[in-house]
């Protein structure tokens, strides 16, 4: 497995989810990580992600709520959820964008269901 998603689970709206991706070591050192997530019945979207350049970028809908972080040295990806909205329940995907970023060359992670309820 390249990628492995943990941390999902459900969730009372204003909580709080720390989602973990562990990668391989050779994927995370050459990679550009980040978060999608698919909600039902939509395609799947940014989440947050770090960029080739090394800084970061949110979705509109997740600013001042979600973070993402690194830890080199775990080879893990971390987004941080804090005041959980409903609209905020769906798969989320690690994803690995090799670098430099070519045509269908990203890894993905199994997902990790994030339910908010109301």
């Known amino acids: 497995v390249q990628l492995q998603a943990s941390g999902g689970g459900l969730v009372q709206a204003g909580g709080s989810l720390r989602l973990s991706c562990a990668a391989s070591g050779w994927i995370f050192s050459i990679s550009a990580m980040g978060w999608y997530r698919q909600a039902p019945g939509k395609q799947r979207e940014l989440v947050a992600r770090f960029t080739a350049s090394g800084t970061t970028t949110f979705a509109d809908s997740v600013k001042g709520r979600f973070t993402i972080s690194k830890d080199n040295a775990k080879n893990t990806v971390y987004l941080q959820m804090n005041n959980l909205k409903p609209e905020d329940t769906g798969v989320y995907y690690c994803?690995?964008?090799?670098?430099?970023?070519?045509?269908?060359?990203?890894?993905w992670g199994q997902g990790t269901l994030v339910t908010v309820s109301s």
């Open positions: 994803n690995a964008r090799p670098l430099p970023p070519r045509i269908d060359s990203d890894y």
